[in-house]
């Protein structure tokens, strides 16, 4: 009798040129999903840097038919929960909470490139010392106290400034948007 020939399951093929553009693309938003779900910008960045890794160790086993983003969600929260048990940490959102969490991103995602080219283009109209705040305290993830170290001024001071540089990016949004923005 014969042996059955094994046919290997289809794995996805993807380079790592394609991995990093899907990871540039979805960085923004898996981070602040990791942040929603972790309370904390340092620990997101962390779980989010530790599911990109796991993403790529098991691109072999994504299924290609599925959404990327929400793979790399469902590895976040993974990520996440493993966290929480080394550290002895209560988990503080219910499953409950999460699925609905991960319909609202889902609907989100749809308008997320107009949203995140609309974002640049506000911050592009910041005044410089608005626009280094910004980028000091957010981008870098700094805290109030480290951002305002390098930034050298005050603390009360970075914090008018990222007050005021909110406010100036909430009504920059909240304008009706030209063939410019």
């Not at 289809?10 to 990791?34: C, D, H, P, W």
């Not at 779900?37 to 994504?62: L, S």
């Not at 957010?138 to 990222?162: F, M």
């Amino acid at each position: 009798m014969k042996a059955a020939v094994q046919i290997p399951p289809q794995k996805s093929i993807m380079t790592r040129e394609t991995f990093s553009g899907l990871v540039r693309e979805n960085q923004a938003t898996l981070t602040a999903y990791a942040r929603m779900i972790t309370g904390d910008g340092v620990k997101a960045g962390e779980v989010v840097q530790d599911a990109f890794v796991t993403a790529w160790q098991n691109i072999g086993k994504f299924d290609v038919t599925r959404d990327f983003s929400s793979w790399l969600r469902g590895i976040v929260r993974n990520k996440w929960r493993e966290d929480c048990r080394r550290s002895n940490r209560m988990i503080t959102m219910d499953e409950e909470t999460l699925e609905a969490t991960e319909g609202v991103i889902v609907e989100w995602q749809a308008d997320r490139p107009e949203v995140f080219d609309r974002l640049a283009h506000c911050r592009s109209q910041l005044p410089i010392i608005l626009a280094k705040s910004i980028a000091v305290f957010y981008d870098d993830q700094l805290s109030t106290e480290e951002a305002a170290v390098r930034l050298d001024i005050n603390g009360a001071t970075l914090r008018k400034r990222l007050e005021r540089a909110r406010e100036a990016l909430r009504q920059c949004l909240q304008m009706k948007p030209t063939a410019t923005t």
